[in-house]
């Protein structure tokens, strides 16, 4: 599993503390501690920034790749601080992102074939996003596919998302968003997910689990790249184990047990968990709100 790390994020408030005093460090340090962590990229979210993201954006693109070697992600919807970005960013960036929304469609994908990048696509046009796998599939194929194609970008450079949403108020989008990644493998391009979307509006200390399962429930379904806390240790350790078939625990025999399911698309049989062990409950209830199987409720966890 490839990690683009997103702990660089404006809505983190000792981010947009540090980005406001243009504290350098606090920026190196914590792209160093996400690649020491295994984050293969790094997310760098300014938010729209339309007055001085084309100064924020470079800056904080010479502060990162000082100190690190890893390609940066550039999450901003503003156009003008991408490019001054790429004019003097090191490795291949990945801009974050387009959607099939017209205005999008038609100058972010320009700008990626210029400065040779990366480009996460998403699946969602003017009127929103589908509930159904096949409706995101769809918005995939007849429009982010071939409008990339149209530009001259290669298929290689296009990572596709099929949007994560949250469970808490979106429950019914969470299966489908699976089935969308294993679908959209097939087309040749790349797929990722923002994985701590899925758990947005959920109690801070409950975010964790479901973060890491739905993780688990991913990469059945074949994903190898996601936008994510690589600094969550317990979420690298199911990684692992899925990566490594470890079943040398009960928990992890319990999680390759979750993720071969998803893969031969079937559910998770209960015979595969010890009702008698506190954490493998906690992973089954998880995997049942995550399935739409259970209406999700703050509460799910000692229903």
Known sequence: MKIIGENIHILSSKVKEALANRDRRF???????????????????????????????????????????????????????????CEIIKQQPIINSTSAEPE???????VAKKYNTKLIALTMESEGIPVAADARVNIALEKLIPRCEEVGLPLTDLMIDPLALTVSGCQQY??????????????????????SNVSNAVPHEMRPLINRV????LMGAGLDTMIADPLD????????????????????????????????????????????????????????????????ADSYLRV
């Open 214 to 217: 739905y993780c688990v429930m």
């Open 104 to 110: 999008r469609l038609e100058k972010v994908p320009l």
């Open 174 to 195: 969470v299966p489908e968003c699976v089935e969308a990644v294993r679908t959209l493998l097939v087309t040749g391009a790349g797929v990722q997910v923002g994985l």
């Open 233 to 296: 240790h317990k979420q690298n350790e199911f990684i692992q184990i899925v990566e490594q078939r470890d079943e040398s625990t009960a928990v992890g025999r319990l999680l390759l047990a979750l993720h071969d399911a998803v893969a031969a698309q079937e559910e998770l049989s209960p015979a595969a968990v010890d009702m008698t062990d506190p954490e493998q409950v906690a992973i089954w209830k998880t995997v049942q709100i995550l399935l739409n199987k259970v209406i999700y």
């Open 27 to 85: 920026f190196q340090d914590l792209a160093v501690k996400q690649v020491e962590a295994g984050a293969w990229a790094i997310d760098l979210n300014i938010g729209p920034q339309k007055k001085l993201g084309h100064e924020i954006l470079p800056w904080l693109v010479g502060a990162v790749q000082e100190v690190v070697d890893a390609p940066l992600s550039l999450d901003t919807t503003n156009l003008g601080a991408i490019e001054a970005a």
